[in-house]
C-alpha cells in the first residue's frame, strides 16, 4: 500500500479549536498590575477524533499550534493597554504549564500570535476537563470595556504504526 506524505498527514493529523474570551473594564490593568482570568473547560473530544477516522486513544500527541490574542471590541482599541500575557494550562490531576506568552505587545497591533510552548499537553486535553488560566499585564490604564477572543489551535497526531494496526487507513 503506498500513500503521499499529504495524505499520509490528512490521515494522522488533525486541528482541535477552541476560543475563551476576556473582559477587561476600568478597574483593570492600570499601569503593571497583573488581572488573572481562568476558564474550565469541558470537552469530550471522542466525536472528533471519530470525524477524523480516529481515536483518543490512538492519539500520540496535542501540541498547542497557534494562540491568538485579539481585540473583539471596542472596534477603535488597540493593545497598547497590555505590556505582556501568559496562558497556563492545568488539569485537576496535572501540573499546571505554561503553554502561551507574550511579551513586549507592539502599541499599534490588534491582534498578536503568542509563542507556544512545543510540549505535547495531550494529557491535559484528553482529559474532558481542564483549566486555561490567563495572566496580562497592563501598560496603559483601561479607559473603557475591553474585550479580548483567545483563540486556541491545536494539533493533533495520532500514532501511524496503531492506525495501521487498527485497520483505521
Do not use: H
Request: charged share 20%; hydrophobic share 35%; net charge negative.
Amino acid at each position: 500500500m503506498i500513500f503521499s506524505c499529504k495524505k499520509i498527514d490528512r490521515l494522522t493529523n488533525f486541528y482541535i479549536d477552541s476560543s475563551i474570551r476576556i473582559t477587561l473594564d476600568t478597574t483593570s490593568n492600570s499601569n503593571t498590575v497583573s488581572d488573572i482570568w481562568t476558564f474550565i473547560v469541558n470537552a469530550d473530544y471522542t466525536s472528533l477524533y471519530i470525524e477524523n477516522n480516529s481515536r483518543t486513544d490512538l492519539s500520540e500527541t496535542i501540541v498547542l499550534d497557534k494562540l491568538l490574542f485579539k481585540i473583539a471590541s471596542p472596534e477603535y482599541q488597540n493593545l497598547s493597554i497590555l505590556k505582556s500575557a501568559e496562558i497556563y494550562i492545568s488539569t485537576d490531576k496535572l501540573e499546571e504549564k505554561k503553554i502561551a506568552w507574550v511579551e513586549n505587545i507592539n502599541d499599534n497591533l490588534t491582534i498578536v500570535e503568542m509563542e507556544t510552548s512545543e510540549d505535547n499537553i495531550q494529557d491535559y486535553i484528553l482529559n474532558n476537563q481542564y483549566v486555561l488560566r490567563c495572566v496580562t499585564t497592563g501598560r496603559n490604564p483601561v479607559t473603557s470595556k475591553v474585550i479580548i477572543d483567545i483563540q486556541c489551535l491545536y494539533l493533533a497526531t495520532a500514532d501511524l504504526s496503531q492506525l495501521i494496526n487498527n485497520k483505521q487507513l
